[in-house]
């Protein structure tokens, strides 16, 4: 017996695309009209004349220097990060001392604590270290944030290494150097790549940080330069969108590139 079509659903699941896939078409279809035709036809009129020249103004206007101060940003954080984190998380699922006890309970502990509750004491430590108004005074509060998360995650992947295969390491005489080299780093790759999404997206979405520890345009990320297309006469719909895309294309192709093992890191070791 065949089983019957689930119009319900099929409805249902037309209703969710209408929902996601207007505002999609309502910010890409604005970013190939000049802000004279959008102005007149609205923001559900197809465009009448197709344009690249909000694209070119806006990398050309100096919002490709946020681009740049923003893929710094994320790159580094991300370094960070797969330096820090992932000998950290080792040590933590390995070691039984109760030092490292207190480390993992402490950056925990960073999971309670929302940027905005420290944000004035790290303001006046960033200032005092002469970093203000610098890409490294975002980049390090930046990534100290994203750690713990990232910790948490890794150290889970980890966990989920059988015991047996750390036996056979050391029963062939490996260092624990070499086991995380040669076994840990490899059957955690799914916890990698899913740290390395999240610290990206953290790093690239960041507002509070570059907001309060940047000033000039030279620094600006660009969660920041997206305020240049309001003015005193109004906001430039079709160029502001235009840099919404520009900015949104790269952690996209992070995302698409590393989705099934984001997944997987979330899941455990292998999917499991």
Not at 87 to 104: E, N, Q
Not at 122 to 141: C, K, Q, S, T, W
Not at 263 to 269: N, T
């Amino acid at each position: 017996m065949k089983d019957r079509p689930n119009y319900l659903a099929g409805f249902g699941s037309l209703i969710w695309l209408f929902v996601v896939g207007l505002p999609l078409y309502v910010m890409l279809v604005a970013t190939f009209q000049s802000r004279t035709d959008y102005a007149a036809n609205g923001p559900l009129a197809f465009p009448e004349r197709f344009t690249l020249d909000n694209y070119v103004e806006d990398l050309g206007g100096g919002f490709a220097q946020y681009l740049l101060n923003t893929v710094i940003v994320t790159v580094c954080v991300v370094g960070i990060v797969l330096l820090l984190v992932p000998p950290l998380a080792y040590a933590i699922v390995r070691s039984d001392g109760k030092a490292t006890g207190r480390v993992f309970r402490l950056f925990l502990l960073g999971l309670a604590i929302p940027s905005q509750a420290v944000i004035v004491p790290m303001f006046y430590l960033i200032d005092e270290a002469g970093l203000y108004d610098n890409l490294v005074g975002v980049i390090l509060p930046t990534a100290a944030f994203a750690m713990p998360v990232c910790t948490l995650v890794l150290s889970g992947v980890m966990r989920d290494i059988t015991p047996e295969l750390y036996e056979a390491m050391t029963v062939d005489g490996a260092s624990p150097w070499r086991t995380f080299l040669q076994l840990v780093l490899p059957l955690s790759k799914s916890g990698l790549s899913t740290i390395v999404v999240f610290s990206s997206l953290q790093a690239w979405n960041g507002f509070l940080f570059p907001l309060v520890l940047t000033q000039s345009s030279e620094n600006k990320v660009i969660t920041m330069g997206l305020y240049d297309f309001q003015t005193e006469h109004g906001v430039d719909i079709p160029g502001l969108l235009a840099a919404v895309v520009l900015s949104m294309l790269p952690i996209l192709l992070v995302y698409l590139f590393a989705r099934r093992a984001l997944v997987q890191g979330l899941m455990g070791v292998g999917g499991k």
